[in-house]
């Protein structure tokens, strides 16, 4: 029981964290943010990974490198799609973005929270 | 082993990619790098293409290094937008990883560094140790044969790109009177 409840938390705060960071980056692009709006629709995508990651094996990842070295071994295309995406995070510091390269992290976001059957 | 490419890799790829340009610091004789930066240069098509067909370039790269692969995508508006930090470095140091060639040559321009430097301050010995490193000695080759540069003109000589770091380190310990000239030289 104690279990089950920990396990509706972790999810709730994942599903928390992944609308929030969605809402919040089309609140920036609807501002002509590109940066922020990119890094936020980024974090999304990543707490949604996580909460799909968590769905299937009951694990959290603890850091990128962990995140990253679970998807590669047991599921290859979010994989494919977070390595694609996670560059752009890194350099949103020193970058322009546009808002072509937000919507497509968004879209990312989109597909994942489809997936785990999430209305973001 | 890992391997400093500069050679024709064999990709496949969308005919809608221009070039695949490796550059940045794994192209550079002497230099150590921690990661293997590669271009993709599409025509224009949307950015969400040109990064899902970056993604299935660099599954296939991958295999040919043991450095993580560092992927960018541009098209080439966004290539030569004033934003792009990495567009000189790329124009000047890239080499296509499909023809082995500069990237630069798809434009009809062939990158080259010329050093010229002043010997008139150095002692004799110098002097001749420094003939010695560009031309070498006693059956040893000397950089310029090693790396492919050439003397033009007293106190002249042209060198590869990718040959820059050698060649400054190797000369600024003889003498620090060395001047760098980036060019770029028509192809035809």
């Known amino acids: 029981m104690k279990e089950l409840k920990e396990e509706n938390q972790k999810e709730s705060i994942l599903e928390k964290t992944a609308r929030e960071y969605y809402v919040s980056g089309n609140e920036e692009l609807s501002k002509k943010r590109n940066n922020s709006a990119v890094v936020l629709f980024f974090k999304s995508l990543v707490a949604l990974v996580d909460l799909y990651i968590y769905k299937k094996l009951k694990i959290t ?12 071994e047991k599921f290859n295309d979010i994989y494919n799609l977070l390595d694609k995406d996670f560059p752009f995070y890194q350099d949103s510091y020193n970058i322009l973005m546009s808002k072509e390269l937000a919507e497509v992290i968004r879209e990312d976001a989109e597909k994942i929270a489809k997936e785990i059957g999430l209305n973001l | 082993m890992q391997k400093k490419s500069q050679k024709k890799l064999d990709l496949t790829y969308s005919e809608e990619v221009i070039d695949i340009v490796q550059f940045g610091s794994s192209i550079m004789n002497g230099k150590t790098f921690n990661d293997i930066d590669v271009a993709v240069i599409f025509n224009k098509i ?15 790269i991958e ?20 934003g792009n ?38 002692e004799k010995k110098d002097k001749i140790k420094f003939n010695y490193t560009l031309n070498g000695r006693g059956g040893n080759y000397g950089l310029l044969r090693q790396y492919n540069g050439k003397l033009l003109n007293p106190g002249l000589i042209e060198i590869p790109p990718e040959c820059e770091e050698v060649f400054l380190k190797t000369l600024k310990e003889i003498t620090s009177d060395i001047k760098i000239n980036k060019t770029f030289k028509m192809s035809q």
């Open chain 1, 61 to 72: 990842p603890s850091s990128h490198n962990h995140r990253f070295s679970i998807v590669k």
């Open chain 2, 85 to 122: 930090f990495a567009k000189e470095s790329i124009l000047f140091y890239g080499k296509s990883l499909i023809t082995d060639e500069y990237f630069s040559q798809n434009f009809g321009l062939i990158p080259k560094i010329q050093l010229n430097y002043s010997l008139i301050k150095l």
């Open chain 2, 46 to 60: 949307p950015l969400k293409d040109q990064l899902e067909y970056s993604q299935e370039i660099k599954r296939q």
């Open chain 2, 63 to 82: 295999k040919y290094f043991d450095k993580p692969i560092h992927m960018q995508s541009y098209d080439l508006y966004s290539f030569f937008d004033k």
